[in-house]
């Protein structure tokens, strides 16, 4: 079993930054694939960035060249840039012990930490 917690989250005015952290335990040495996702008021969950075992990424295209997803051990981050007022969700960490391409639906997901940002 994998316990993920979130935390950084908060308010930021438009083109401020935020960096969101997500602690794993437990069995982590089985985790394969991390990844942000975040859900804005009355839309779908979506993914923002993940990242596999070998450092590899990939980015939703609203958030390319804003947000930096990394990895340092059994924590995960999320560096967010240029921040924009439709960047406002709740943003949840998920992992995964099967490789990043081969994920239906991420088996670990945190509690959330929300983000808002004002124009």
């Known amino acids: 079993q994998v316990q993920l917690a979130e935390s950084g989250g908060g308010s930021a005015q438009s083109g401020g930054s935020l960096r969101l952290s997500c602690d794993a335990s437990?069995?982590?040495?089985?985790?394969?694939?991390m990844a942000w996702f975040r859900q804005a008021p009355g839309k779908a969950r979506e993914r923002v960035a993940r990242?596999?075992?070998?450092?590899s990424t990939i980015y939703a295209e609203s958030v390319k060249g804003r947000f930096t997803i990394d990895q340092d051990n059994a924590r995960l981050y999320l560096q967010m840039n240029s921040l924009k007022p439709e960047d406002t969700g709740m943003y949840y960490c998920?992992?995964?012990?099967?490789?990043?391409?081969?994920?239906?639906?991420?088996?670990?997901w945190g509690q959330g930490t929300q983000v808002t940002v004002s124009s």
């Open positions: 437990g069995y982590t040495s089985s985790l394969s694939c």
């Open positions: 998920a992992a995964d012990p099967a490789r990043c391409g081969y994920i239906m639906r991420y088996r670990y």
């Open positions: 990242i596999d075992r070998a450092g």
